[in-house]
Nanobody, 120 residues
Framework: DVQLVESGGGSVQVGGSLRLSCVASGDTVGRYCMGWFRQAPGKEREGVAAIDSDGATSYADSVKGRFTISQDNAKNTLYLQMNSLKPEDTAMYYC???????????????WGQGTQVTVS
């Protein structure tokens, strides 16, 4: 099993930047598919970005060109660099992990507790 702890959230002005971190313990992030999700009040949780065990990345259309997902295997940490933030990016952000399937999406079995991002 892997345990995930997010940090780096906060309040930022429109157009500003934040970098979220997700430190993993119990296993190595490089072995997993890793993802960032967010949930705003009254809305469903949505996928923001993901990275697989080969380093391939994917992004939601709403964040393409503004957010970058990356990981540092030496630090066992997943990152989400968020630039040009908009009010609609306001949400609780969660990191998640699971084994990468041969096809389709991971089931995302492991979750962190979340970190709040507020853009105003």
């Amino acid at each position: 099993d892997v345990q995930l702890v997010e940090s780096g959230g906060g309040s930022v002005q429109v157009g500003g930047s934040l970098r979220l971190s997700c430190v993993a313990s119990g296993d190595t992030v490089g072995r997993y598919c890793m993802g960032w999700f967010r949930q705003a009040p009254g809305k469903e949780r949505e996928g923001v970005a993901a990275i697989d065990s080969d380093g391939a990345t994917s992004y939601a259309d709403s964040v393409k060109g503004r957010f970058t997902i990356s990981q540092d295997n030496a630090k066992n940490t997943l990152y989400l660099q968020m630039n040009s933030l908009k009010p609609e990016d306001t949400a609780m952000y969660y990191c998640a992990a699971d084994s990468c399937p041969d096809s389709g999406d991971p089931e995302w079995s492991y979750w962190g507790q979340g970190t709040q991002v507020t853009v105003s």
